[in-house]
């Protein structure tokens, strides 16, 4: 082997996994955070430094040269090898302080994380919380994040899950569009009405609507984002189903049946086994449990008290 093959970094490994995983630099920059640029050039680092071409560039995007192949098991064994040892060591330390990743919904962010962040943040000033958003499950076993607040319980057996509690969900819409198409009749279906909803519903939000029939409806809009739902309804786009905590707090917004009790789905927590015993990552699980103790009955209930307008039914 010559000196130039001999001296390849294992680092570059990543560079190349990641654009074999997505076929393309942007969105392998993406997950590794870092610019395109900087992925293009480590890959072709590994390459020189192998004496082989690993991957092809194609219309399609980038796929994985035989030499790619040939190496491509051996690569995904180090880099878990690599995550095994920084998330066992991590497990390990007993200082709460650097950074956690954490990542969950935007309505369990906005009622459960940011107070409990603002309590951390007083009793552990050098603690800090990675804070990322959205409904796209993260791998916590290749440390995409630390900590994780969902509602699908994952299966994995390195996963540790907690029960959180519940949070209740109900059909949200604004009076003026009620008053425009009347309310739904429960049990009766959704038929003829604009739905507000996501690009694809988790199994853990099923049944959705509230388990309303869907035949008939009109997708008025797909939207990931609950807050951008929130807003929608409220601009007389149609029914949303919402967290009551997030759907209550919205003035241009009433729960359709009122009277119905919200259908309530589970929060986990969910933490690598390695990691829960960390001093930051323990200080962390403390603040969101005690956090979701003090909220319990707005995240179940929602705060409908504070409105008592009915819909229209016409």
Known sequence: MNRVSAAWQWDDIRFFLAVARARSLSAAARVLGVGHVTVGRRVAVLERRLGVKLLNRTPEGFSVTPAGQAILGQCAAMESAALDLERIAAGRDSLAAGTVRLTTTEALAHRVMAPAIATLRKSHPALQVDLMIGVRTLDI?????????????????ELVCRK??????????????LSRCGSPTRGAGLAGYDLITFTGAPAATSPFFMGEALEGARVAVRCDNPLIQVEAAAQDVGIAELACCLGDECAGLVRIWPDEPPALRTAWLVVHQDLRRSARIRVVTSAIVETFRRQSGT?????????TRRPVSI
């Open 141 to 157: 076993a290749r440390r995409d994040a630390d900590l994780a607040v969902r509602f699908a319980r994952p299966t994995a057996p």
């Open 164 to 177: 959180l509690g519940e949070v209740g969900f109900s059909l949200y819409a604004s009076p003026s569009y």
């Open 299 to 307: 995240l179940r209930r929602g705060a409908i008290a504070r409105r």
